[in-house]
Nanobody, 120 residues
Framework: QVQLVESGGGLVQVGGSLRLSCAAS????????MGWYRQAPGKQRELVAV???????NYADSAKGRFTISGDSAKNTVYLQMNSLKPEDTAVYYC??????????????WGQGTQVTVSS
């Protein structure tokens, strides 16, 4: 089991920055993939960024060049630094973790979500 607790959301103006945090209940190096998803009203949840095995990253096209995902193993925390925010970034942001066991069983975990609102 992995518990994920997000923080850092809020209201920001266009062009501003926010840093989201996701504190995991175990070492992020024991988690195969950690990532951030978002869901805007009336839309499907979409991938924003992932951190694979604590080191490799991948981003949605909408996030490239503006968002950075990183991990702090000492704090068991993954961050999403969001710069140059746009109104279309407004959504609930969810932390996600994937753990694959030694028998190749996949388990997915989600945080409770944190609201990001970008005002124009």
């Amino acid at each position: 089991q992995v518990q994920l607790v997000e923080s850092g959301g809020g209201l920001v103006q266009v062009g501003g920055s926010l840093r989201l945090s996701c504190a995991a209940s175990k070492s992020i190096f024991s988690i195969n993939v950690m990532g951030w998803y978002r869901q805007a009203p009336g839309k499907q949840r979409e991938l924003v960024a992932v951190l694979i095995s604590g080191k490799n990253t991948n981003y949605a096209d909408s996030a490239k060049g503006r968002f950075t995902i990183s991990g702090d193993s000492a704090k068991n925390t993954v961050y999403l630094q969001m710069n140059s925010l746009k109104p279309e970034d407004t959504a609930v942001y969810y932390c996600h973790a994937v753990v694959i066991s030694g028998t190749n069983m996949r388990s997915d975990y989600w945080g409770q979500g944190t609201q990001v609102t970008v005002s124009s």
